[in-house]
Structures are given as C-alpha cells and as structure tokens.
C-alpha cells in the first residue's frame, strides 16, 4: 500500500525558510517520480517541483529559490524553499507516480499524501 506523508510546513516570515518533508511508503525511489504541488486560495493546484533518478523539474518561479532532494535510505523527498514569498503561500502536497521522467501534470500523479499548509507573512 503505497502512502505518503508530508511535514514541515508552518508560518514563516518573507525571506525565510522552510524544508518540506515527503516520507513515502509503499514505493521505490529509483523507479517513482516524486513531485510537489502547491494549491493557494482560489487557485489551481500547480506543480511546483519533481525528482527522479535522473531529471529535476521546477516551476519557473520557484527556480534558484526551492531545492528538491532525496534521502533514499529513509524513502523520503525534501523540498528546500528559501527566500519565501506571500505567494508561496499554499498548501504542499507530495504525489508519486510510477515513470521515470517528471511531470507537471498532476493527473499523471497516482498516489497524493494529504497536505501541509504553508504560510508567508509579509
């Protein structure tokens, strides 16, 4: 049973930090994309970043702000967001899906874990 797990999430002030924990279960790394999307207030959800054995993606706003990374020892993705904006305000969610390459098409994603909310003050 695939499941997944986000923490990390929380208030922080503009141009701070938060890493975002997405602790997977069920799957294996090497052959699952891991990817993050964010959904803020009235908005799309919108894929923010992605990881696999050979390719990253970001959203071209998060780039040179947010890392991604895996740990694969403990099956978890980490989502580095420094220099945080009011807009990336949202709520974070981690999703899987079994290829081998990322995607920013969340109806390619089969497994969602259930959220964490993060919030930029200005």
């Known amino acids: 049973q695939v499941q997944l797990v986000e923490s990390g999430g929380g208030l922080v002030q503009f141009g701070g930090s938060l890493r975002l924990s997405c602790a997977a279960s069920?799957?294996?790394?090497?052959?699952?994309?891991i990817g993050w999307f964010r959904q803020a207030p009235g908005k799309e959800r919108e894929a923010v970043s992605c990881?696999?054995?050979?390719?990253?993606y970001y959203l071209d706003s998060v780039k040179g702000r947010f890392s991604i990374s895996r740990d694969m020892n403990k099956n978890t993705v980490y989502l580095q967001m420094n220099m945080l904006k009011p807009e990336d305000t949202a709520i974070y969610y981690c999703?899987?899906?079994?290829?081998?390459?990322?995607?920013?098409?969340?109806?390619?994603?089969?497994?969602w874990g259930q959220g964490t909310r993060v919030t930029v003050s200005s």
């Open positions: 990881i696999t054995s050979s390719t990253t």
């Open positions: 999703a899987s899906t079994p290829r081998v390459h990322c995607s920013d098409y969340e109806g390619d994603y089969e497994y």
């Open positions: 069920g799957v294996t790394l090497d052959y699952y994309a």
